[in-house]
C-alpha cells in the first residue's frame, strides 16, 4: 500500500520560504512521476509542479520562477523549494504520484500580508 507522507508547512510572511518534504513508502518511487498539489479553501485541487524520473520538471504559471521541485530517490522523497511567497499561495499542499493514488494528510502553507 502507497503511503505519503507531508511536511514542513507553516506560518510565513510574504516573500518569505519554506521547503516541504514528501516521503513515499509502498511504491517503487523512483519509477514514478510525483507531483506537488495544493487546495486553498473554496477550489479545486490544483498541480503546481511535477518532476519525472528522469528529473524534468514542470511547473504551473503562477508559482514558475518561484517553486522548484526535486526528489531524492535514495530517500524515497519529493521536495518542493517555495521562495518569495505570496498571500494567494495560501493552502493545504499535497504530493501523489502518476498515476494518482490515495492521498496524504497534506501540509498547511499560511502565508500572511
Known amino acids: 500500500q502507497v503511503r505519503l507522507v507531508e511536511s514542513g508547512g507553516g506560518l510565513v510572511q510574504a516573500g518569505g520560504s519554506l521547503q516541504l518534504s514528501c516521503a513515499a513508502s509502498g511504491t517503487s518511487f523512483i519509477l514514478n512521476r510525483m507531483g506537488w498539489y495544493r487546495q486553498a479553501p473554496g477550489k479545486q485541487r490544483e498541480l503546481v509542479a511535477s518532476?519525472?524520473?528522469?528529473?524534468?520538471?514542470n511547473y504551473a504559471a503562477s508559482v514558475k520562477g518561484r517553486f522548484t521541485i526535486s526528489r531524492d530517490n535514495a530517500k524515497n522523497t519529493v521536495y518542493l523549494q517555495m521562495n518569495a511567497l505570496k498571500p494567494e499561495d495560501t493552502a493545504v499542499y499535497y504530493c501523489n504520484k502518476e498515476p494518482l493514488t490515495t492521498w496524504g494528510q497534506g501540509t498547511q502553507v499560511t502565508v500572511s500580508s
Open positions: 518532476i519525472s524520473r528522469d528529473y524534468i520538471t
